[in-house]
Structure formats: C-alpha cells, structure tokens
C-alpha cells in the first residue's frame, strides 16, 4: 500500500484540511513478479538443454572425435536436446497467442465430437506406443460450441498426451462428452467433455496451481516425458477464451478426471 497525503488550501491560501490516500499496489507487484519469475523460469529452460548442447560440441571436437560410437550417441543427445529447446519455444508461442486472443471470443460454430475424434486419430501412433487404448462415450454424436477448432483440438491433444504420458502403461483412456441442460456455475446449457485416466492421480494439494506455468509435480518425470510445463497453463487459457471452465478430480491410485464444460453453442 501506498499512502499520501495532501494539503487543501482556501482562496486566500491557508490550509484547512487535508486529503489522505491509500493507493492498492499489491496486484501491479504480484502480476509485475509474476512476469519477471516467467522470463527467468524461460532463461533457466533455456539455458539448461544449451550449456548441454555447448558442452557436448566441445567433446565431438576432442576426445569423441575419433571415436564414432561415442559420436552417434553425443549427437542423439544433442539432437533430443535441441527437439526439447523446440518444443518449448512452440509451446511459448502458442501461450502467448491464446493469451493474446483471451479476450476476444471465437464466433466458429465448432462441433466438439468432431474434433475429439481427430485428436484420437491423431495420437494413435503414440497410444499403440503407450500401449494404451481409448474407450469413448459420446464422441460418435454431434455437440457445436462458439470454438475455435484448432485451439479446441490443442486443449484437448494437451489433455489427453497427458493422460498418456502420467497415466500408467497398459491402461485405458475414458473420453466421453455429454450436453447438459443449464450448468450451474456457467449458468447456461452447455458440453461437457471428460478426460479420464487411470494414473496414480494427484495430491490434492498440487490442484490448485497445476494450470500455472512451469508447476511440474514431479520435475524430473515430466522432462523425461518430454513435458515443458506449459500444457495446463495453455489448457486454461483456452477455456477462458471459450468462456467455459475446467475442473479436476482426482484420486491417488484410482486416477484424474479434466473436465472441459463449454457454453453450448
Ligand atoms: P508437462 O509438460 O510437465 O506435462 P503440464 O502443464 O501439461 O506440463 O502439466 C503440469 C503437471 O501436472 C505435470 O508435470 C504433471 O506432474 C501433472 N499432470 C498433468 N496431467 C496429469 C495426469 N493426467 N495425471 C497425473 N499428473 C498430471
């Protein structure tokens, strides 16, 4: 808080009273510190998969360099390191555009079923991998929101290679999307899309900040899963620009549900 006071004078000049004033600061520190930990949360990414990269030419320049084993498996590394820089400079950019367009809202009449069932197309190759199947409710049907398709199929190809990536092996994916009548928080019809795995779930004490940028719950996991830390922040920030709400349940050793609730177009 920022207080002022100033004096208030008559017509002939002399002073007969004053104004006191209490300035709110607090929100411009919180969302000036916000951006200041983000750009060094960036650097510190950043840096990290570099100095490996920097370390691993000097190497390929001296003791690896006749040593052609040791060379393919330097530049295997150096090359998941520069695909790891990539994908985190496309997922900052895709933040930045969502959170640039929050405000205005998409007019596209999109059919949600439509495009659940082109992410499920499109992760198939990584869901054989994961050796994990996809069991859906719904998605055969038709359900249009005011969307924006392909913000709509990022959110969802965030939540359900999440799935894959924390959900164990050898499990199964439930996607179903229902209409409701009025929900209650929204207060208006709309769809309803749910998430659900079969994971060792999440502490409730993570839920809160999970949608934040770069919160990881276990950081050590999620770079090896090739995660940025940046999936749920975009996740959230699409919802918004729907106008809809997103919702987490979860239950360690059971599993996590994301719901996506939509205002029905
Ligand atoms: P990341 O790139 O690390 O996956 P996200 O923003 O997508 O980043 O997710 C943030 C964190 O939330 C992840 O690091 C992970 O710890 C946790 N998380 C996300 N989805 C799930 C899930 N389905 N089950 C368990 N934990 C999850």
Redesign the pocket.
């Given at each position: 808080y920022r207080f002022r006071a100033r004096p208030i004078e008559d017509g002939s000049g002399q002073k007969c009273g004053a104004v006191l004033s209490f300035e709110d600061h607090s929100r411009v520190e919180e969302s000036e510190n916000i951006r200041r930990d983000f750009v060094a949360n960036i650097s510190h990414e950043l840096r990290t998969p570099l100095t490996g990269l920097t370390g691993f030419i000097e190497t390929l320049r001296t003791t690896a360099r006749d040593d052609p084993a040791a060379r393919d498996r330097f530049l295997e590394i150096m090359e998941a390191e520069a695909r790891r820089m990539g994908r985190l400079v496309s997922d900052l950019m895709s933040l930045s555009r969502v959170e640039a367009d929050e405000r205005v809202r998409p007019r596209d009449l999109v059919d949600v079923c439509a495009v659940l069932r082109s992410v499920v197309a499109t992760l198939e190759g990584k869901l054989a991998e994961a050796d994990v199947s996809v069991e859906t409710a719904g998605i055969d049907k038709s359900h249009q929101v005011l969307g924006d398709r392909d913000q709509l199929i990022q959110l969802f190809l965030?939540l359900i290679e999440?799935?894959i990536?924390?959900?164990s092996a050898g499990r199964v994916i439930h996607l179903s999307v229902v209409a409701v009548a009025r929900d209650h928080t929204l207060r208006c019809p709309a769809v309803r899309i749910d998430v659900r795995?079969e994971?060792?779930?999440?502490d409730p004490l993570h839920l809160p900040r999970?949608t934040e940028r770069f919160?990881?719950?276990?950081d050590h996991?999620?770079r090896e899963?090739g995660?940025?830390?940046?999936?749920?922040?975009i996740v959230k920030h699409i919802v918004n620009r729907h106008r809809g709400r997103l919702k987490i349940n979860s239950k360690q050793g059971v599993g996590?549900t994301?719901s996506v609730i939509i205002p029905a177009g």
């Open positions: 965030n999440n799935a990536k924390y959900g795995d994971g060792p779930g999440i999970l919160y990881r719950i276990d996991r999620s899963m995660g940025t830390g940046l999936g749920l922040a996590t994301f």
